[in-house]
């Protein structure tokens, strides 16, 4: 795409799946919008955090003082599933929690696989998980539907991603402990008025806050029950 765009002076505005460095260096009218993939992490880490500081005598179900839990990633070598995992585990840890990994599916986002994937971490694992990450909220909507189909008596508590209708209606329902909410609206805001710059050969608005004169970061915002009608109003 990069070397089709550049032979015939195109300018390019990826969204959503981030380039690596080398390929966004490659020409100077590549741009990126989207958000940091990190952030999500973090603060999928903080909600856990949070969680547990308001009671981890109720998640840790077996009273061993240590989290057992199970990832749910998104597709195979995709930025933010690498990224995402890493981070939300690392917060859990540098707050000083201890945790253990039972096991780690591929779910390539998608609720119907998760649910699959899920029901089978639930067969080996059962009333042994007490987190789940899941990368993004349909694979924690899949996730909570095998739950649902189960035995288990206490649900491990639950985080997704992105802040879509069904994971803040989750969130409301106490049934997913949080959520991170990516600003869709707003990258789609960021896209439109970069091309529109790009196509008339005019500056680029003063409201595009660019790193590195390449890269446009909306951030992520942390949704838990506390807040979760502010979004769900958004939204509507």
Known sequence: VIDRAKSANIPIVFFNRELVTEDLERWDKIYYVGADAAQSG???????????????????????????????????????????TENSVKTVINAGYTLQKLGDEIANWNRAQAMTKMTTMLDKYGEEIEVIF?????????????????????????????????????????????????????????????????????????????????SVYLPYQKVTYDNVQEYIRLLN
């Open 42 to 84: 973090n603060m999928q880490g903080e909600i856990i955090v949070s969680a547990c500081e308001k009671d981890f005598e109720h998640i840790d179900k077996n009273k061993d003082g240590v989290l057992q839990y199970v990832v749910i990633e998104g597709e195979p070598g995709h930025q933010d599933t690498l990224v995402r």
């Open 134 to 214: 899941s990368n993004n909220d349909e694979m924690a909507l899949g996730a909570l539907d095998a739950l649902k189909n189960s035995k288990i008596e206490q649900y491990p508590i639950i985080v997704g991603v992105d802040g879509i209708p069904g994971g803040l209606d989750s969130v409301k329902k106490k049934e997913m402990i949080g959520t991170v909410y990516n600003d869709y609206r707003g990258q789609a805001k960021a896209i439109v008025e970069m091309a529109y710059a790009l196509s008339l050969y005019e500056e680029f608005p003063e409201s595009i806050q660019f790193i590195d004169n390449k």
